[in-house]
């Protein structure tokens, strides 16, 4: 991705100003791709490896997919299923996060986050010794 980099205005001698525009910051898509995978997996609440990202992007727009397993709780953990927040309105509220948060990271607009649930995944059962 490339981002432009804004005018720099100087002083002249004799009180002009002379503005100074170009210039460009070229970032590898993979730098994109890891920040994004680990504001995901921040988002979501698990691991970063567990998490898949594409980035598509043109001049001014970007567009974010995003695949990961989702925590649910486990089975017999009846207090925690009562407690959780339904899958569809959680996954709502973690596009929304990621798209806030990627458009301050990024610099520039996400136009889209696209979260691809791909199974769950349950906290381990820890063992008392």
Known sequence: MTSALPGV???????????????????????????????????????????????????????????APFPVPRLDDTEAIRAATPVLEAARGIQNDLHDRLTRLFGREVSRVDLTIAGATAPKKRRVR
């Open 9 to 67: 205005a100087t002083a002249t001698p004799g009180g002009g100003v002379t503005v100074h525009t170009g210039g460009r910051v070229d970032v590898a898509d993979r730098v994109f791709r890891k920040a994004a995978e680990q504001a995901a997996a921040e988002a979501i609440g698990i691991d970063r490896s567990d998490v898949s990202v594409d980035i598509a992007a043109s001049r001014d727009t970007v567009v974010v997919r995003v695949q």
